[in-house]
């Protein structure tokens, strides 16, 4: 497929297809599909066979361009979305150190569907992920000031919508009508009853440091998993009669979104970039909110706290 891409007067790139790959400036932007490893650990047959970091290898080669693309930074493999690879060494060295010395200068955003109904219009989630005792996959969300400050993480949050309702048996999530009952409950295999249509919230967040499972952790300590993020307790999105064959398909409803960073050259202050979910998520299966909606919500969650730096950002000690 042809990249499909374009800039809006504003100098926002804008995703419009699920595969979709665009030089933007100094970059390369990629919408990274579900459940695809960013880059194997080598551990597992799963991970070796299909890797994102080869894909856009070979992206690159196909295009003729000349530059080996380094990894900048990593998606969970459920999550879909936003990946930035540099066009050049020195592009890739400005996008790290602005990750590792300027986080305040970045502005990130993903959206997830959440089990239940978050009740707070907005806030901030800070505290300490650890590893949860048994499970050493998952992580939890602790008091900050108990534990070690090494895994310190700060999520802004703000809810776009929590009327929504999800019809476990179809896996079609839309707004919830005002005059239907309450959701009935069904038995399952185990005997254990489980609601055939569940509350849910559409939700923006903001990840202010860039911790492993961060987005995931943080629903979960909300108390509202993600959709399909059964590590987390979000309960599978779809049962396997409702996949499509040799279908990329997200289970697990989180998409990178949003991202916002200073520009190489100064006189270009920011790369700007919003790719919406449903370039991934199917509009029949979950309720689509309009882009420009969705664009306005990011830009106020994710504005960058601190103004870009006068020249690209290169710490003393790599001069």
């Excluded at 804008?14 to 695809?36: H, M, Q, R, T, W």
């Excluded at 009853?193 to 979960?220: I, N, P, V």
């Excluded at 200073?262 to 199917?282: A, G, I, Q, R, T």
């Amino acid at each position: 497929m042809q990249p499909i891409a374009k800039e809006t007067h504003s100098s926002v790139l804008l995703f419009e297809a699920s595969i979709c790959n665009s030089f933007y400036g100094d970059y390369a932007i990629f919408n990274k599909p579900p459940n695809v490893s960013v880059a194997g650990d080598g551990k597992t047959a799963e991970e070796d066979n299909i890797q994102f970091l080869d894909m856009v290898k070979a992206y690159y080669e196909n295009k003729n361009y000349n530059h080996i693309p380094a990894l900048l930074h990593r998606l969970d493999k459920v999550c879909s979305g936003i990946m930035v690879f540099g066009k050049t060494k020195q592009a890739e060295r400005h996008f790290q150190n602005l990750l590792q010395f300027r986080k305040e200068t970045i502005g990130k955003g993903y959206t997830a569907v959440t089990r239940g109904v978050v009740e707070k219009n907005h806030g901030t989630l800070k505290g300490t992920l650890i590893s949860t005792p048994g499970n050493f996959k998952r992580y939890s969300l602790v008091d900050s000031k108990k534990n070690s400050i090494r895994n310190l993480i700060e999520t802004k949050y703000k809810v776009i919508d929590r009327k929504l309702e999800w019809d476990t048996k179809s896996g079609i999530i839309k707004k919830k009508s005002e005059e239907e009952p309450a959701p009935a409950e069904e038995a399952t295999e185990e005997g254990e009853k489980k609601k055939a249509k569940e509350d849910c919230t559409l939700l923006a967040m903001r990840l202010l440091t860039g911790k492993s499972h961060q987005a995931r952790a943080s629903a979960s300590g909300l108390s509202s998993p993600i959709v399909g993020d059964e590590l987390y307790g979000g309960r599978k999105f779809l049962n396997q009669d409702q996949y499509v064959e040799g279908a990329l398909v997200p289970t697990t409803l989180l998409h990178s979104t949003y991202l916002i960073f200073p520009n190489v050259d100064p006189e270009e202050p920011y790369y700007e970039m919003f790719c919406s979910p449903w370039s991934w998520w199917n509009p029949i299966r979950v309720e689509k909110i309009e882009d420009g909606e969705m664009l306005n919500i990011f830009q106020k969650l994710c504005k960058p706290y601190a103004p870009p730096p006068d020249k690209p950002y290169i710490p003393d000690r790599f001069k």
